[in-house]
């Protein structure tokens, strides 16, 4: 499967008729759902500190270059290095040349969606670096060859069964009779295989959830501590991540820490926060002793002044997509790309293009829920609306749409013919409703193949209307 | 042009207006004893918390807790730390880095109230990846040491080291079916003695 948003209408009608994604679309409510609602009732007043939060990433995302410039010459002091990259290519190609310098062969990686958006794996394989997923769902589907299904649990929509049969395949030393039926079985198999790995990577990659100016630091949180063996045990540690994730210090990144895993799985913490500042010092006995961060624009900035700055904002707790209706109806593959449900569709289609991930703004039954839960408040069905308007102003709405859209328009434009119209259909639908359902219509539409349509009562809102005054 | 001067250029130029300066936020805080506030939130993160009146009782806990996990009489302690001078009975003690089936037993010189967070800056003495090799590590906490919040301990700490680590119970994963496993790539248990005086 080649991921393509342009695909995404049949993939989402495939995906609904997939069996074995249902469980896993259940858990969204069961688990990530029901877990952030007690946790935000627990932590008290959780709106002022949502206002708080925005206000740190508002501010951030309009200070972006002094941040940056701030945040590179504190990278330096510690000796570490900064490297830019416009776009995906520049990005894989630096890190490439860092890899290449430290004469890496293999490189362990902590879970990072941005090496997703950059298609980091693959270009190193095609270079003869060897790269390994540590994060226990990214191992999973680094060994399926399939992209992540969700922005922080990647192998979301597989069973254990599915994972056992993974393993089974891929670990061909192991004993095949050995029993993987129980989760812990499984995540102890993968943590002794992995941990010989970290022994003896020759770099680690890890990605980053804030970025501190005034320390030159990156934080990761992650609950299984693989980030920081990737981290600590080999020579180089590369941070990759996107240029819109510096806030000004610590303190910044103390409140969005209260924010970020409350919103995502519902816990009050990470299990481990780790605050990476340069290389080892010199009284260390471990860490890396080379470290660097590469900071990736690819269409970030191009957003800054536009309808869609506020998705910016964005700390990838993934609370939008597991509150969406839409995501919860087809999960992540169908949309293609690497940021699905919500948050895809706002920011796909700006920094994609329009042409290419328009589908995603479309997505949306504009329902609210996911601005609701966002704790920085991104109004993301307004920037959907925004791109919605951009597709249909620049003639890349599909032809069924813009013509229903146009009719309407003029309809609604002339008063007289509009009350005519919707007096005609409401009478219409009454006479071809049958026990007051209407049960199906002379046009091709899916609509009537799984739904009834109750039949109109008789007089228009505007007779009613009328009427009563 | 760089790619530097390219990426903030486009953002300089794109630039409509720029938000204020945030405010101070200020976080709700537990009533109580902050040692107590800690350990009641450590536990419930899965860790084996015990409050102990003196160092004179570490001894014994620590043989208490390897022999309630079934493991062997051993422990690692990092070299250069002030627990080399621990008098451990009946416990041999190792100086090199632990095995991913070892314990380790570590001094945490911070904890978080709010969030029952053990805080570990590295340096001499004090190596970040023994929080993450062994299979079992044993923290030793002084009750005075915990404070309220993040922001407290950011406040002593001043520069920060090479690496901070914020230990929340033992490493966890859900990413199988959204089913919280323990023992992921770090420990599987996580003690904290809690010492008194």
Same mark, same amino acid.
């Given at each position: ?8 209408p ?104 941005? *090496? ?36 922080? !649990? ?15 395949? !891929? ?18 198999? &993968? ?90 010092? *010199? ?35 993934? &609370? #939008?997509?597991?509150? #969406?209706?839409?995501?919860? !109806? ?43 839960? #966002? ?21 890349? !709405?599909p032809k069924a749409i *813009?013509r229903g ?35 199906a219509l002379p046009v091709k539409n899916g609509w009537f193949a799984v ?19 | ?30 009533? %109580? ?12 993160? @899965? ?96 009750? %005075? ?12 700490? %001043? ?25 992921? @790539? ?12």
């Open positions: 499967m080649s991921p393509d948003p342009k695909a995404f049949q993939a989402a009608r495939d995906a609904l008729k997939d069996p074995l994604l249902r469980p896993a679309l259940g858990r969204l409510k069961t688990h990530f759902g029901a877990g952030r609602a007690a946790a935000v009732q627990r932590y008290g007043d959780f709106e002022s500190l949502r206002e708080a939060g925005k206000a740190i990433r508002d501010h951030a995302v309009t200070h972006l270059d002094d941040l940056l410039v701030t945040f590179e010459a504190s990278v330096n002091a510690r000796g570490g290095t900064v490297h830019w990259a416009r776009d995906a290519s520049e990005a894989r190609r630096a890190i490439l040349t860092i890899l290449q310098d430290a004469g890496a062969g293999t490189v362990t990686k902590g879970k990072s969606m941005v *090496t997703e958006e950059i298609a980091l794996n693959p270009f190193l394989e095609a270079n003869g670096i060897v790269p390994v997923e540590t994060d226990l769902g990214e191992y999973i589907i680094q060994l399926r060859k399939e992209p992540p299904s969700h922005i922080i !649990a990647p192998a979301f929509h597989l069973s254990k069964e599915q994972v056992a049969q993974t393993f089974l395949a !891929a670990h061909t030393g192991l004993d095949p009779k050995r029993s993987l039926e129980e989760r812990n079985a499984l995540v102890q198999e &993968a943590r002794a295989i992995l941990r010989a790995q970290f022994e003896t990577a020759d770099a680690g990659i890890t990605g980053a959830n804030f970025l501190s100016a005034a320390d030159g630091a990156a934080v990761i949180v992650t609950n299984e501590g693989n980030g920081d063996l990737t981290r600590l045990l080999p020579k180089t540690h590369i941070v990759v991540t996107g240029i819109e994730k510096v806030v000004r210090d610590m303190t910044d990144v103390a409140v969005l820490l209260r924010l970020l895993p409350r919103s995502a799985t519902g816990q009050p913490i990470s299990t481990y926060v780790s605050v990476m500042a340069g290389p080892r010092g *010199t009284a260390e006995t471990d860490g890396p002793e080379n470290f660097h961060i590469v900071l990736v624009d690819n269409g970030r900035s191009s957003l800054i002044g536009t309808e869609a700055q506020d998705v910016l904002r964005c700390i990838r707790c993934s &609370a #939008c997509i597991n509150h #969406c209706p839409i995501y919860g !109806a087809v999960g992540g593959h169908a949309y293609g790309a690497t940021y699905m449900g919500p948050i895809g569709a706002a920011l796909n289609p700006g920094v994609m293009g329009v042409a290419e991930a328009a589908h995603h703004a479309n997505a949306s039954t504009f329902c609210g829920r996911c601005a609701e839960v #966002c704790p920085v408040m991104i109004p993301l069905p307004k920037i959907m609306r925004h791109w919605r308007a951009v597709e249909y102003s620049s003639g890349l !709405a *813009t859209l146009g009719l309407w328009a003029f309809a609604a434009k002339r008063p007289a013919l509009y009350r005519f119209g919707t007096r005609v259909a409401a009478r219409l639908l009454r006479l071809m409703a049958s026990s007051g359902m209407v049960r739904r009834d349509f109750p039949a109109p009562h008789g007089k228009t809102f505007q007779q009613q209307w009328k009427a009563r005054r | 042009m760089s790619a530097r001067d390219a990426i903030l250029e486009s953002i300089r130029v794109r630039r409509l207006a720029r938000a204020p300066m945030p405010g101070i936020y200020r976080a709700p805080r537990s009533d %109580g004893d902050l040692a107590e506030v800690f350990a009641k939130k450590m536990s419930a993160q @899965h860790a084996d918390v015990r409050m102990l009146d003196s160092m004179a009782e570490v001894p014994a806990a620590i043989a208490d807790i390897l022999r309630g996990r079934n493991m062997a009489a051993t422990v690692h302690v990092p070299p250069g730390s002030e627990l080399e001078t621990l008098a451990l009975p009946n416990v041999e003690v190792r100086r090199g880095p632990p095995g991913p089936f070892d314990a380790a037993v570590t001094r945490a010189p911070f904890a978080i109230a709010e969030t029952g967070t053990l805080v570990y800056p590295s340096g001499k003495g004090a190596p970040a990846s023994w929080h993450f090799r062994p299979v079992l590590e044993i923290a030793i906490l002084r009750a %005075g040491d915990v404070v309220a919040e993040l922001e407290d301990v950011l406040a002593k700490l %001043g520069p920060l080291p090479s690496t901070l680590n914020l230990v929340s119970g033992p490493s966890r994963t859900g990413d199988i079916e959204q089913t919280m496993e323990l023992g992921a @790539h770090g420990p599987k248990a996580l003690a904290v003695l809690v010492v008194r005086h």
